[in-house]
């Protein structure tokens, strides 16, 4: 949104982005203090003019083939309270499912996938992730932050972005375990780019909530479109919906914060009626509301999920545990964002009162696609600390942020029926981690080790629904040079048109 206040920074008391106080540069110095183009002075692929069928031209790989597979001798931890962790135990998949766990299983005709030096656990799940702002990442610069960013490229946007965009944060996701995100969709532009996106979470093969949202800098005292959003809704996730129970379809809301009383409630009516999640964010540089007056309305419960709400108080913490709303905590952009801070104090309160935490990545501009990174900060983060309110509170552990980052998400999403844990009779979206890799050595304890050790990288096999998208430590089940491709194509497309501090004028990543 276009803001008004003075900084990148979003505003406490209406949650616009804070204009900067000075006019943009349009040059920028690079390291050596020389004036260079573009911001960093980083060059940019050669101009390639915008193609309306572009996300088109050639039809994405097919997806994988769901076999049985037979995984061997691995260390499960499976996020299952009644299994717990085994040590070289086996998992069986057929048809997509979970169909067996424990020692020496036998599966004959299946393929064996070797765990014998793996760590293999639930797929990682992301709960508050604006996809679509992907290939806006790289283009920070001091005076230059996320929401500026974000301004310059609001209204450049084109189905072919939203399309790129989302494949390229979804192909990244995979790459690092995340076997399912939630794609916070805040800048519903056209029923065009809407399609988009739906091709794309149809194409990267990853389960996925998709919320609806509304248009950028739409005017306070506007709904968002909620008729398209019942045909979108309809066209794609009805009985003959083509996401094979891999989608599923809620609402964001821009909350009390920014909307009237009638216009909030005519929204969260709109969504409840319909049985669906509604997500919102709530601050992080301040106190923008409290969530107590959504418990009275009704609207506060297991499918309200609550995003960021650094500066909560205890009676809005008391009332999500009560409800069972959950908090979906992006705990790298509340470092970044969270100006006035309380972030870890606030952390260590939610898990302490009883909320139901799970982790997000909020944005690619603000985190990286690793939710190792994640877990590994919340317990870096998750403290008693002296002298402050959480001096007599419980210390985050290990096995606590490890389910913050599976099963924990899983609940917060409403899908704990079918992946968050590696569980007989859940759906087969399992990840293995090296554990041999240099950063790994020695072997120790599991949860010590994904809990604050593994890394991205450290990924070598990874299932989603029963199909193998990545093998050996390679993407397998995606085109990706054709993702990357598409995206590097579109964000010099997007700095093009924006022009300014945005623009790339050399060919430095030319693609021919």
């Excluded at 909530?209 to 306070?220: E, R, V």
Aim: neutral net charge; charged residues 20%; glycine residues 10%.
């Amino acid at each position: 949104m276009t803001g008004k206040h003075g900084s990148d920074t979003p505003c406490d008391c209406c949650g616009e982005p804070i204009e900067p106080r000075f006019g943009r540069r349009s040059l920028l110095l690079g390291a050596s203090g020389i004036a260079c183009t573009g911001v960093f002075g980083l060059a940019a692929p050669a101009l390639i003019a915008p193609s309306p069928a572009r996300a088109q031209q050639s039809a994405p790989r097919a997806l994988p083939d769901r076999r049985e597979y037979l995984i061997k001798g691995g260390s499960l931890l499976t996020v299952d309270e009644k299994l717990g962790n085994i040590e070289g135990a086996d998992i069986h998949v057929r048809n997509g499912e979970i169909v067996a766990i424990g020692a020496n299983l036998q599966a004959p005709g299946a393929e064996v996938i070797d765990a014998s030096r793996m760590i293999v656990m639930p797929g990682m799940i992301d709960t508050h992730f604006h996809i679509w702002t992907s290939i806006m990442r790289n283009m920070l610069a001091p005076g230059l932050e996320y929401f500026g960013v974000k301004r310059a490229f609001v209204p450049q946007m084109t189905p072919q972005a939203f399309y790129a965009s989302d494949m390229l944060a979804m192909a990244e996701s995979l790459n690092a375990g995340v076997t399912t995100l939630h794609n916070y969709c805040h800048h519903v532009m056209s029923q065009e780019t809407v399609e988009a996106e739906m091709r794309a979470h149809k194409d990267s093969g990853m389960r996925a909530l998709f919320t609806f949202g509304h248009h950028d800098q739409l005017a306070k005292d506007k709904l968002i479109d909620l008729e398209l959003a019942g045909h979108i809704q309809k066209q794609w996730f009805d009985a003959n919906s083509p996401f094979e129970k891999l989608v599923s379809f809620g609402l964001n809301s821009r909350g009390p914060a920014t909307l009237t009383e009638k216009l909030f409630r005519t929204e969260m009516d709109w969504a409840f009626e319909r049985g669906l999640p509604v997500a919102m964010h709530a601050g992080q540089g301040g106190y923008s509301y409290g969530v107590v007056p959504l418990k009275t309305w009704g609207y506060l419960g297991p499918k309200t999920i609550i995003v960021h709400f650094v500066h909560a108080k205890p009676e809005d913490r008391a009332a999500m545990a009560e409800t069972g709303a959950p908090l979906s905590y992006s705990v790298h952009s509340e470092l970044r964002l969270g100006n006035s801070g309380y972030q870890a104090q606030q952390l260590v309160h939610m898990f302490n009162d009883g909320v139901n935490v799970s982790l997000s990545f909020d944005a690619n501009a603000l985190a990286p696609i690793d939710m190792f990174e994640s877990m590994s900060s919340a317990w870096y983060m998750g403290i008693p600390f002296k002298g402050l309110d959480t001096e007599k509170s419980k210390p985050i552990n290990f096995a606590d942020v490890i389910k913050m980052g599976t099963i924990n998400g899983a609940k917060a999403l409403g899908i704990a029926d079918r992946t968050g844990s590696l569980t007989v009779g859940k759906r087969a979206d399992i990840v293995l981690v090296r554990a041999d890799d240099l950063n790994m050595l020695p072997y120790g304890r599991p949860e010590a080790m994904i809990g604050r050790t593994a890394r991205a990288a450290n990924v070598d096999t990874v299932l989603v629904d029963g199909r193998v998208m990545k093998r050996g430590g390679k993407l397998v089940g995606l085109d990706v040079e054709r993702i990357k491709e598409e995206a590097v194509r579109e964000a010099y497309d997007l700095r093009k048109r924006a022009g300014g501090d945005m623009a790339a004028l050399s060919d430095w990543a030319k693609i021919d």
